[in-house]
Each structure stands twice: as C-alpha cells, then as structure tokens.
C-alpha cells in the first residue's frame, strides 16, 4: 500500500517530538527547503544524464555544547537519473521521505559541518519512456520483477553557514549504499544528490 500524506506527515511528527526528552534551551527547530541535482550510480551500460528535483522539509537540532550537535531531519525528496538506451530513453523521478541523521560542528563566525547517515523510504516515483517509445510506469514497491524497493539507505555530508538571525544555507551530499534499489539481478543501482538549501531555525 502506497505511503499517504497523512503517513508522511505523521512520521515527521513523531521526529519532531522525540527530542522532548532533551531540555527545551538546547533544542532548536527549523524548516529547509531547495533544489537536488540527481544522478545513480548503476552497472548499466548506457549513458545517463542527471536529473533536477527539489526537497522540503523540517529538522530538529540537539545542541551537545557550544560547538556540537546531532540535527536530525524529515525531508520530502526528488532523486532519480536518465538514460538512453539503444531506441528509447528513460527517466526515472523517485520521491522519498528521507531522515538524515547528522553529528554537526559549528564555528563560532557561523560556519558548520557535518555528516552521518541517510534513511529513507520511498514514496512514490515514475519511470518515463520516450524518443522512440512513449508511456509511464507507476512503481508500487510490491516486490515484482524491476520495482524499486521501498526503503532506501546512504551516507551524508553536509557544509554550510548560519547568520545570527536563525537563517542559514546549506550543500549536502548524498552518497546512495543500498546498491540494490531495484528488484532484479540484472544490473545493480543506488541514488545519489547533490542538494543545495536555505532555511531558518526559529530561536
């Protein structure tokens, strides 16, 4: 059964909450928002094309004194790539509820860093086919031959700069683990994106 958006935003919820057994000055929330350069790294012979998509979403940061925290967020995510076969071409968009988990470092002029790791599960998202065949395939992660899989697992790393007044820029990574995304033993694929974000985290 495909995730709802009542889903989606219940399990943000349910982040959002539990850091209420942190004290209410070392926890700040915020919102995020920007644009993802997708691509795949794949053993398929073909030549792929990255893709643009968008995330949004709100995050939590635990400060761990003055200079460390752990900022966990709840982030609706594009990924997916292109690729030209023989006598078609496919575009595959993947939408996923992703929960980055990061140790961050903050400077005292603003800057930070950060990285950890990446879960997610996948939504819903289309394989398109065109330049010499037409039509659209829904994936419904049941398991069939070529459907993705549902949960989705990488790496992250994260940079940016925070202004006093709570706004902040970001670049993250996504480096994609789980090789095996789609059903099959015929080839082998993970997501990756390059994400760039503003955002503010209230005081």
């Given at each position: 059964?495909?995730?709802?958006?009542?889903?989606?935003?219940?399990?943000?919820?349910?982040?959002?909450?539990?850091?209420?057994?942190?004290?209410?000055?070392?926890?700040?929330?915020?919102?995020?928002?920007?644009?993802?350069?997708?691509?795949?790294?794949?053993?398929?012979?073909?030549?792929?094309?990255?893709?643009?998509?968008?995330?949004?979403?709100?995050?939590?940061?635990?400060?761990?004194?003055?200079?460390?925290?752990?900022?966990?967020?709840?982030?609706?995510?594009?990924?997916?790539?292109?690729?030209?076969?023989?006598?078609?071409?496919?575009?595959?968009?993947?939408?996923?509820?992703?929960?980055?988990?990061?140790?961050?470092?903050?400077?005292?002029s603003g800057?930070?860093?950060?990285?950890?790791?990446?879960?997610?599960?996948?939504?819903?998202?289309?394989?398109?086919?065109?330049?010499?065949?037409?039509?659209?395939?829904?994936?419904?992660?049941?398991?069939?031959?070529?459907?993705y899989k549902?949960?989705?697992?990488?790496?992250?790393?994260?940079?940016?700069?925070?202004?006093?007044?709570?706004?902040?820029?970001?670049?993250?990574?996504?480096?994609?683990?789980?090789?095996?995304?789609?059903?099959?033993?015929?080839?082998?694929?993970?997501h990756n994106?390059?994400?760039?974000?503003?955002?503010?985290?209230?005081?």
């Open positions: 059964m495909r995730p709802t958006l009542t889903t989606t935003l219940l399990l943000t919820s349910l982040l959002l909450t539990s850091t209420t057994g942190a004290s209410a000055q070392s926890v700040t929330l915020g919102l995020s928002g920007g644009a993802n350069v997708a691509s795949a790294t794949t053993t398929l012979d073909f030549p792929r094309q990255r893709i643009a998509s968008f995330n949004a979403g709100g995050l939590v940061d635990v400060a761990i004194g003055d200079r460390w925290s752990v900022r966990t967020h709840a982030v609706y995510s594009g990924k997916g790539y292109s690729f030209d076969a023989p006598d078609h071409s496919h575009t595959i968009r993947m939408y996923s509820l992703d929960v980055p988990v990061y140790g961050l470092f903050r400077t005292s800057l930070f860093a950060g990285a950890g790791p990446n879960f997610a599960v996948n939504l819903h998202g289309t394989n398109t086919l065109s330049n010499g065949a037409t039509g659209t395939h829904d994936y419904t992660f049941d398991g069939s031959p070529f459907e549902r949960f989705d697992f990488g790496v992250n790393v994260l940079v940016g700069y925070q202004m006093r007044n709570g706004l902040f820029v970001s670049a993250n990574y996504l480096k994609g683990i789980s090789d095996r995304l789609i059903n099959t033993d015929a080839f082998t694929s993970s994106a390059l994400s760039f974000s503003a955002g503010y985290l209230f005081k």
